[in-house]
């Protein structure tokens, strides 16, 4: 997993888009720029990672409200 984590460093450092998927929050906003959260009902939530994001996913992902 290490590896992964550096390489989508690396990448990302280059500005090349990668495309992931997790449910780990810290994992999620110390790899991405923006997260897009998909529910089951079909919608989707694009949130840009910044300090204010942990709540924002959180509710995102648990369907508590919507995300800005």
Known sequence: ???????TL???????AVLMTS???DELLR?????????ENGSAQCIN???A???LLIAAMTGLCEAQ
């Open 53 to 55: 994001a942990r709540p």
């Open 49 to 51: 990672v910044d300090s």
């Open 10 to 16: 690396n990448l990302r450092r280059q500005g090349v």
């Open 23 to 25: 449910a780990d929050i």
């Open 31 to 39: 790899l991405c720029d923006r997260v897009i959260v998909l529910r």
């Open 1 to 7: 997993k290490n590896e992964i984590v550096r390489i």
